[in-house]
């Protein structure tokens, strides 16, 4: 499936990548991504993380979580996790 929309696709891969090599059901933050791809401006990088979690989301791969529940990454404000669906 095509990506469908202009999420950076270093940080959609890094975020693939990262939560491969987790556990079933554990958490990666935006900011793991964006520092695997950013290095020092990590920073710069953690809106274009949150977008790629979000085509993520809508490609029914990962789901975000805010304090351990499902939240639309689209209006959380905050802190949020990412994980694969369950």
Same mark, same amino acid.
């Given at each position: 499936m095509p990506p469908?929309? $202009? /999420?950076?696709?270093r940080l959609v891969a890094s975020?693939? $990548?990262l939560l491969a090599l987790r556990a079933e059901g554990a958490t990666i933050c935006p900011s793991e991504a964006a520092r695997e791809v950013g290095g020092d401006d990590w920073r710069d990088?953690?809106?274009p $993380? !949150? *977008? /790629? $979690? +979000?085509?993520?989301?809508? /490609?029914g791969e990962v789901e975000v979580t805010q !304090?351990?529940?499902?939240? *639309?990454? +689209?209006?959380a404000r905050g802190p949020v996790r990412i994980r694969r669906v369950r």
């Open positions: 469908s929309s $202009a /999420a950076d696709p975020i693939r $990548a990088l953690m809106q $993380a !949150r *977008d /790629a $979690a +979000r085509e993520l989301v809508d /490609a !304090r351990g529940e499902v939240v *639309d990454v +689209r209006t």
